[in-house]
């Protein structure tokens, strides 16, 4: 079974900043997909994040040029700093990570709260 450990959430006024750490416990797996998503109260989870394990990486249109994920392959864990924080940025952010055909893993969530 494979756990994702995510730290990093809190609270943050908004312009500033905050950076999620998401470890993978199994680190000979190799996770095609490693992303952030994201839930607010009433809403849908949405994708935030991705990054692809040879480099490529995609944004959610309402944090490009804000967020930048980064990963760290040989430790199968993934970042994301967030800078220019929004209270629309207030929700829990999720920690996902995908193996194709074989996996599909979630962590349990942090909360990040932007106050205005």
């Known amino acids: 079974q494979v756990q994702l450990v995510e730290s990093g959430g809190g609270l943050v006024q908004a312009g500033g900043s905050l950076r999620l750490s998401c470890a993978a416990s199994?680190?000979?797996?190799?996770?095609?997909?490693m992303g952030w998503y994201r839930q607010a109260p009433g809403k849908q989870r949405e994708l935030v994040a991705a990054s692809t394990s040879g480099g490529s990486t995609n944004y959610g249109d309402s944090v490009k040029g804000r967020f930048t994920i980064s990963r760290d392959n040989g430790k199968n864990t993934i970042y994301l700093q967030m800078n220019s924080l929004k209270p629309e940025d207030t929700a829990v952010y999720y920690c996902?990570?995908?193996?194709?055909?074989?996996?599909?893993?979630w962590g349990q969530g942090t909360q990040v709260t932007v106050s205005s």
């Open positions: 199994r680190t000979s797996f190799i996770f095609n997909i």
């Open positions: 996902n990570a995908k193996r194709i055909l074989l996996g599909d893993y």
